[in-house]
């Protein structure tokens, strides 16, 4: 595997939960920081969140909302997401959050937050 596989996404109401998976490459190290990244219709991609050895960082706009987790033996980064706003609606993808360790993106998952 070359390339991130993102899966998860799909439509929900606002206020609806969604979780997110991210299998990546096994070249990936257990010690590299992870991140989901999303981007929005005529925006820049954004990072949202990143799982280190030392804890987990959060967009401000998604503290509180989010919780990324990692199971390194499947080799899989997860993103759960809560409260979900209409705001929240992009593609997501998961990569290295430091931008020289990334190789490939994957399709990414697509979220959309409507009723």
């Known amino acids: 595997q070359v390339h991130p596989v993102e899966s998860g996404g799909g439509l929900v109401q606002p206020g609806g939960s969604l979780r997110l998976s991210c299998v990546h490459s096994?070249?990936?190290?257990?010690?590299?920081?992870m991140g989901w990244y999303r981007q929005a219709p005529g925006k820049q991609r954004e990072l949202v969140a990143t799982i280190r050895s030392d804890g987990t960082r959060y967009l401000d706009s998604v503290k509180g909302r989010f919780t990324i987790s990692r199971d390194n033996a499947k080799n899989t980064v997860y993103l759960q997401m809560n409260s979900l706003k209409p705001e929240d609606t992009a593609i997501y993808y998961c990569?290295?959050?430091?931008?020289?360790?990334?190789?490939?993106w994957g399709q990414g998952t697509q979220v959309t937050v409507s009723s």
């Open positions: 990569n290295p959050s430091n931008p020289r360790l990334i190789q490939y």
């Open positions: 096994r070249s990936v190290s257990r010690l590299t920081a």
